[in-house]
């Protein structure tokens, strides 16, 4: 099977893609990974110009798990 840019689903997301696999805002996205109740960012190269993403598969397992709190804190 050939791939094209099309056919490919990509492993890391971007904000916009993150929110929209979990079905929420970007805000709320932004908000959820950062604060320890889903998966966090991951920071690809270095300094000012690396660019944030997040783990698809992280995602989906995090969904399937039930949307547990990443660092363990109680829910609110």
């Known amino acids: 099977m050939n791939s094209t840019p099309e056919?490919?689903?990509p492993e890391l997301l971007t904000t916009a893609?993150?929110?929209e696999l979990a079905s929420?805002?970007?805000r709320t996205w932004w908000?959820?990974?950062h604060d320890g109740?889903?998966?966090p960012p991951l920071k690809i190269?270095?300094?000012r110009q690396g660019a944030i993403r997040h783990s698809?598969?992280?995602i989906l397992a995090w969904i399937q798990a039930g949307c547990p709190r990443i660092d363990?804190?109680?829910e609110a």
């Open 7 to 9: 056919t490919i689903t």
């Open 31 to 33: 908000r959820w990974s």
């Open 72 to 74: 363990g804190g109680a």
């Open 24 to 26: 929420v805002g970007e």
């Open 17 to 19: 893609q993150a929110a």
């Open 37 to 39: 109740t889903a998966p």
């Open 45 to 47: 190269g270095a300094g």
């Open 56 to 58: 698809r598969r992280a």
